[in-house]
């Protein structure tokens, strides 16, 4: 048995089609999705069962969603400088809930970069510096009970910025991160942040920036420093469905615009497993 989960960049705004805007891809998954006879699980429950703690029958026929890099256009409706204004990933799914009069289950979690220096200065380098990078929205996102906020590092090693958490400044690779210093950024510091904007909720999951981490990363910090870093398991993007076999280290993930780019292609995923 596998689960797919599946991983939308809320920033991904091209043109107004799907294949190019992840607002319009995500909402025609979910319907996809729906159509299927899939259901929507928060990823937290697929590591339950990954644990062993949730049963296979529990979770038999569903998937998980999760949105990287924490912009505010996972929050908030945004008026996109070419393509007017868009529906946020969240009042996306509170969109479809309510579609029917019917509650559909839905639920998204939400990987934030945590440094509020690093999103600051992407704001300018990465949008087009409207300040639409702040955490302000953590808390009330996670009080909606439809968003879960986890942790996507620190500064992202981000190739934009004048200085990152990586011994030599290396930058554009979340492999570089392989010490022992910087690790307790990018991940300890990272997740103790994040906490203190959610109350003392620190996050407990993890997406390596560009997909994926050095071997002292997977085998030696994360193991071996949980006391520390308080994560119990981090996703990659390779391309796959989570199953028991794999690390709880290295769990796969499904990115849209690079594993499927059509509702054909989402349904061909989820018929893979
Ligand atoms: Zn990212």
Request: hydrophobic share 40%; aromatic share 12%.
């Given at each position: 048995?596998k689960i797919?989960?599946?991983?939308?960049?809320g920033?991904?705004?091209?043109?107004?089609?799907y294949?190019e805007n992840d607002?319009?891809?995500?909402a025609s998954?979910?319907?996809?999705?729906?159509t299927?006879g899939?259901?929507i699980?928060p990823?937290s429950?697929?590591?339950?069962?990954?644990?062993g703690v949730?049963?296979?029958e529990?979770?038999s026929?569903?998937?998980?969603?999760?949105w990287d890099?924490?912009s505010?256009?996972?929050?908030?409706d945004l008026?996109h400088?070419?393509?007017?204004?868009?529906?946020?990933?969240i009042n996306?799914?509170?969109?479809?809930?309510s579609?029917d009069?019917?509650?559909?289950a839905?639920h998204a979690?939400?990987?934030?970069?945590s440094?509020?220096?690093?999103?600051?200065?992407?704001d300018?380098?990465?949008?087009?510096?409207k300040d639409w990078?702040g955490?302000?929205?953590w808390?009330?996102?996670?009080?909606?009970?439809?968003v879960?906020?986890?942790?996507?590092s620190?500064?992202?090693?981000?190739p934009?910025?004048?200085?990152?958490?990586?011994?030599?400044?290396d930058?554009?690779?979340f492999?570089?991160?392989?010490?022992?210093a910087d690790?307790?950024?990018?991940f300890?510091?990272?997740?103790d942040?994040i906490g203190q904007i959610l109350?003392?909720?620190?996050p407990?999951?993890f997406?390596?920036?560009?997909?994926s981490?050095?071997p002292?990363?997977?085998n030696?910090y994360l193991?071996?420093h949980?006391?520390?870093?308080g994560?119990?398991?981090?996703?990659t993007?390779r391309?796959?469905?989570v199953s028991k076999?794999d690390?709880v280290?290295?769990l796969?993930?499904?990115?849209?615009?690079?594993?499927?780019?059509?509702p054909?292609g989402l349904?061909?995923?989820?018929a893979?497993d």
């Amino acid at each position: 048995m596998k689960i797919p989960v599946l991983t939308y960049h809320g920033m991904n705004v091209m043109k107004n089609t799907y294949a190019e805007n992840d607002h319009l891809a995500l909402a025609s998954d979910l319907e996809t999705i729906r159509t299927l006879g899939f259901s929507i699980i928060p990823l937290s429950r697929v590591v339950d069962w990954h644990q062993g703690v949730v049963a296979d029958e529990q979770v038999s026929r569903t998937v998980a969603i999760t949105w990287d890099d924490g912009s505010w256009f996972d929050y908030y409706d945004l008026d996109h400088p070419s393509c007017g204004v868009q529906r946020s990933m969240i009042n996306i799914l509170r969109d479809f809930t309510s579609h029917d009069g019917s509650s559909r289950a839905v639920h998204a979690t939400s990987f934030v970069i945590s440094s509020p220096a690093a999103r600051n200065s992407l704001d300018q380098s990465c949008m087009i510096g409207k300040d639409w990078w702040g955490d302000q929205w953590w808390l009330d996102a996670v009080s909606s009970g439809l968003v879960d906020v986890e942790c996507h590092s620190w500064d992202h090693v981000h190739p934009e910025l004048d200085r990152v958490a990586q011994q030599n400044q290396d930058k554009g690779d979340f492999r570089a991160v392989n010490s022992f210093a910087d690790a307790d950024v990018q991940f300890r510091r990272a997740g103790d942040y994040i906490g203190q904007i959610l109350n003392g909720k620190k996050p407990t999951l993890f997406a390596y920036p560009y997909g994926s981490a050095s071997p002292y990363v997977v085998n030696e910090y994360l193991p071996k420093h949980q006391a520390e870093h308080g994560f119990r398991a981090a996703f990659t993007t390779r391309a796959s469905a989570v199953s028991k076999t794999d690390s709880v280290w290295l769990l796969p993930r499904y990115v849209f615009g690079h594993d499927w780019k059509s509702p054909q292609g989402l349904e061909e995923l989820l018929a893979r497993d």
